[in-house]
């Protein structure tokens, strides 16, 4: 029987824990003195949106949560009715997250909330073309949610990782496994880089890796972009890693 396609998104709150822990960590490290704008995909709920305006008005009043399912971006515009209530007025558009242009000098704040893999499709591509266009530039950050679980099978990853594999000198397939895990969209952000040939214009950090449990095994990755370059080694190898569900354990 054909799987109904839900429409609602709605999660448990494992994933907020990995969001709160990150902008936590965002905030107290990195964060810079100024006002960002919002940039996110909110879904139905706009629950990060929500928590960010609890947070940090200032930092909502410039929201703006894309959407490229029609069907939920109708639910997320009356979402946005009921919470202008309490004074959050975020903007939601009918557009994929990669098509988004800048209106403004203010540093962006992205939360790229996927719900499959940041990894092996056309993102590095995707990626490399908003570096081109500066639409993700230096004084950003993004955060950027990934699937762990159902992947498309290790010999394929190995494969498509090969590259990345050799220059951290892994070999072992559990070590290959652990920093797939770890930093898979890192791999992705780094080809985007390569692509847009701004690998040495560019320093990209990632401030942590946090893994939880929702439905099936995710993580949320936080990065920073600056100026500089990005050695692919440091880059991966820095990684701070934490698991919601286990701490350090
Ligand atoms: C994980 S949900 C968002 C949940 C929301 N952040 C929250 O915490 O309430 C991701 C949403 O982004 C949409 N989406 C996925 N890829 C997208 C893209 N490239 N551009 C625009 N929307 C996208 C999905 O349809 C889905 O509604």
């Known amino acids: 029987m054909a799987q109904r396609r839900r429409i609602k998104t709605d999660y448990g709150p494992y994933k907020y824990a990995a969001f709160h822990l990150l902008l936590a960590r965002w905030l107290r ?33 410039r929201a703006m ?7 939920r ?26 098509d988004f242009e800048r209106d403004g ?3 962006h704040l992205f939360f790229l909330d996927l719900e499959g893999i940041c ?21 950003d950050a993004i955060f950027i949610t990934s699937h762990l679980g ?4 290790w010999k394929r990853i190995f494969s498509a990782f090969d590259a990345e594999f050799r220059i951290l000198g ?25 692509h847009a040939n701004l690998q040495d214009e560019i320093a990209l950090s990632c401030f942590g890796c946090v893994e939880y449990r929702d439905k099936s095994p995710m993580a949320l990755y936080g990065y920073v972009v600056e100026e ?21 354990a």
């Open 228 to 248: 500089g370059t990005t050695p692919f080694p440091t880059f991966v190898r820095n990684t701070p890693h934490f698991h919601v569900n286990n701490g350090y």
């Open 119 to 139: 990894a092996l499709a056309d993102y590095h591509l995707r990626f490399a073309e908003m570096f081109r266009k500066a639409a993700l530039r230096e004084r």
């Open 170 to 194: 892994l070999v072992d397939p559990a070590n290959k496994r652990t920093w797939y895990r770890l930093a898979h969209p890192s791999f992705t952000l780094f080809r985007a880089l390569s």
């Open 150 to 153: 159902h992947n498309p099978g």
């Open 73 to 98: 971006y109708k639910l997320g515009e009356a979402t946005a009715e009921r919470v202008r209530n309490v004074g959050l007025m975020v903007e939601t558009v009918e557009q994929d997250f990669f």
């Open 29 to 61: 490290h990195y964060a810079l003195d100024t006002s960002y704008r919002y940039v996110t995909l909110g879904g139905t709920e706009l629950r990060d949106v929500q928590s960010i305006y609890f947070i940090e008005p200032g930092l909502a009043s």
């Open 105 to 107: 000098d203010e540093p």
């Open 65 to 71: 949560s894309l959407e490229n399912d029609h069907e």
